[in-house]
């Protein structure tokens, strides 16, 4: 199985703020790598397919970099509907393995 | 509006069965693959299963392999999880997942979920 690891688990920061958060997969995955937001007590939303591709309605402050095995989340300016955690996956084979999130809190 | 709806959660016995749904609309459902993914309670996402848009191919997680079966009825636009031999391990919330059409199969669109809680 593929193994995704994200850094960091959490991080506190303010509104205006530039974040990245990163993913490393275990082997190679190409740009098979997916991004998803969760807020608390809801379903996982899709941001990013394909490494940088943004979903439609997704806002454009949010931007997926990277190939391989190595990927980057940046949110280029935090909004408060930004706090939530933030969960990357490989689509490359089965199964389908998530990291182990990211939580974005409020500093 | 495009749309899943599970249900079938509930509480259940270690041991014990649950066969869980989930409604499709807004969408041709037959047109899509689609899977299973769990959360427990403050983790993070497990996917558990996987079903083509015509059932031909069919997978799941280690974790679930030979107690959990998927499937779908594209004639009733619903997706199927009947999970047996539960564990407590099982407690989670369980959410369906449509695979994008898109070549890089990410999951674009997400039940609410329903809770599995297995305990005695």
């Known amino acids: 199985d593929i193994q995704m690891t994200q850094s960091p688990s959490s991080l506190s920061a303010s509104v205006g703020d530039r974040v990245s958060i990163t993913c490393r997969a275990s082997?190679?995955?190409?740009?098979?790598l997916n991004w998803y937001q969760q807020k608390s007590g809801k379903a996982p939303k899709l941001l990013i397919y394909a490494a940088s591709t943004l979903q439609s309605g997704v806002p454009s402050r949010f931007s997926g970099s990277g190939s391989g095995t190595d990927f980057t989340l940046t949110i280029s300016s935090l909004q408060p509907e930004d706090f939530a955690s933030y969960y990357c996956?490989?689509?490359?084979?089965?199964?389908?393995?998530f990291g182990q999130g990211t939580k974005v809190e409020i500093k | 509006e495009v749309q899943l709806v599970e249900s079938g959660g509930g509480l259940v016995q270690p041991g014990g069965s649950l066969r869980l749904s989930c409604a499709a609309s807004g969408f041709t459902f037959s047109d899509y693959s689609m899977n299973w993914v769990r959360q427990a309670p403050g983790k993070g996402l497990e996917w558990v299963s996987y079903?083509?848009?015509?059932?031909?191919?069919?997978y799941y997680a280690d974790s679930v392999e030979g107690r959990f079966t998927i499937s779908r009825d594209n004639a009733k636009n619903s997706l199927y999880l009947q999970m047996n031999s539960l564990r407590a391990e099982d407690t989670a919330v369980y959410y369906c997942?449509?695979?994008?059409?898109?070549?890089?199969?990410?999951?674009?669109?997400w039940g609410q979920g329903t809770m599995v809680t297995v305990s005695s």
């Open positions: 079903i083509s848009s015509s059932s031909v191919s069919i």
């Open positions: 082997q190679t995955i190409n740009s098979y």
């Open positions: 996956q490989q689509s490359y084979n089965t199964p389908r393995t």
């Open positions: 997942a449509r695979v994008t059409a898109a070549t890089f199969s990410a999951f674009d669109i």
